[in-house]
């Protein structure tokens, strides 16, 4: 087996064990029922908030330690954090607990950027679109797997919600084990930048210093540039990549697009099980697992369709349309969860939104790296994160806190629903002033042209 393939292998066993959280999908109705003394109103005001707001802070200091790191630390720290996550969910119950559970799962999110960036360090660039791939999928099939056996257990009656967390406690002790067998990082973009410009690089249009045809680059002004490349500061190349990205336009567009949709996904899907608790309190048998199987498949499934649909065939400004009506859609899908006494309209709603939101973050995504000149993906990608998490926050503070509106979840999801289509509309607008003042400036070149 080839080096790459057997990296890209060894990391993605880790994501797909880590993945396989069958307890996720009912922890609502496992934190709501018999085994714990909280109300609804103290899991969604004073529980789940910490989780977003914790999730904030942390991304800010694991973006900046992941690199200087090595990435593999971060990535044991993940499968720690879920050890010590449903440990408490087992073995504790007071609401403290519960707070501090949620902390942790602050850490457990942020320090997933490791798992994503581990394998560009690892492997040649002409494999990033195979490895990154790899990774997303082993992901969607651990969360497929994960549903169903959540599905199953409850359906068969083979297991309750909280014996449930044992099977998530044992797979998360066995990622974190897994973790310590990775391959150790030895160069990174920033902070051990020397090994990584030493390293050949197989494909010449690639490299940042290429040669251009008909022309000759001399191998000591090449060395000589490459040293001064090495002995450069981290941070000043953090913000040489920083400048050059948010200084084009179209990363920045796309940027906000990626960060407003990512923020809106988060906190639709953070609290959807409040929601159904809301709509159908005390369920025969609660579809949850399934529920989150379906999405899974069909955000995976459009996930691919975009990938195959935007390469060559969407030009920038067609994908903003494409994305407005999109986002419209996701909105009236939310609109359907919250509108509704029917719980399987509700689930049909959410599944609906998952697979519009698989298409729209897959485009937007291919956009962002398309529009960068640099190896500086992973730092607009974890900048464009942290500016969804501080989206999300504010959704937080001003939907559902006692210092903001505290709406019950109706009104919260309703508000979701009219935040993706605002959204809509106001690019749709762009695009709309966009053409046309392209269409007057190219009309004006025309009519100089002619005199």
Sequence with gaps: MKEWLKISCLLCVFGFVREIRPSEPYVTEYLLGPWRNITEEQLTQEVYPVGTYSHLVQLIFVFLITDFLRYKPLIITVGAAGVIIWS????TTSLLSLQILEFFYGTYMAAEVAYYTYIYAKVDKKYYPRVTSHTRA???????????TSQLMINLKLMDYKQLNYITLATQILAMLWAFGLPKVDKSLYFHREAYLREPSPNPNQMQLQQEPGTTI????????????????????????????????????????YAIGLAGYLQVTY?????????????????????????????????LAAGYLHTGRLRPRASLIVLSVLSALEGGSVLICCWTDNIYWSYAGFVIFGGLY??????????VARNL?????????????LLALVFQSLLTVVVISETGFALNPIGQYTV????????????????????FWYRSKSTEKLADSLE
């Design 88 to 91: 408490l969910l087992i073995w």
């Design 138 to 148: 082993a992901m969607f099939a651990g969360k497929l797997i994960s549903g169903i």
């Design 218 to 257: 001399e191998a000591d002004v090449a060395s000589q540039q490459t040293s001064s490349l090495v002995h450069s500061s981290a941070g000043r190349l953090l913000w040489q990549h920083f400048h050059n990205a948010y200084t084009n336009p179209r990363v920045v567009q796309w940027s906000l697009w």
């Design 271 to 303: 609290y959807m099980q409040v929601l159904w608790k809301d709509i159908e309190p005390e369920p025969k048998i609660a579809w949850n697992g399934a529920v989150d199987a379906a999405l899974t498949a069909l955000a995976a499934l459009s996930a």
């Design 358 to 367: 698989g298409f729209t973050i897959t485009v937007a995504s291919a956009e």
């Design 373 to 385: 000149q640099e190896d500086s993906f992973g730092l607009v990608f974890g900048i464009n994160t």
């Design 416 to 435: 979701y629903a009219f935040y993706f289509i605002a959204v809509a509309v106001i690019y749709f607008i762009s695009v709309i002033i966009e053409h």
